[in-house]
């Protein structure tokens, strides 16, 4: 599982930035980017983003066919 940000919907409030505890949040090329390796999945930038672009997404898994 992973924190994701839609590229569509952040204006780069930077208010994601501003509540993340670990730093993990900067903004690139106008859209705001996580280090996954900072991030701790806690969340709070998810209801800080007043575009709701933020938001929990789990990891696809390789399937065995079964
Ligand atoms: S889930 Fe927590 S650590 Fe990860 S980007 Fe959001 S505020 Fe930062």
Do not use: H, Q, W
Not at 22 to 45: F, N, R
Request: aromatic share 4%; with cysteine; glycine share 12%.
């Amino acid at each position: 599982m992973r924190i994701v940000i839609d590229k569509e919907l952040c204006c780069a409030s930077g208010e994601c930035i501003k509540i993340c505890p670990e730093k993990a949040i900067t903004i690139v090329d106008g859209i705001a980017v996580i280090d996954d390796a900072k991030c701790d999945l806690g969340g709070i930038c998810i209801p800080a983003c007043p575009n709701e672009a933020i938001g929990y997404e789990e990891e696809e898994f390789g399937g065995c066919g079964f």
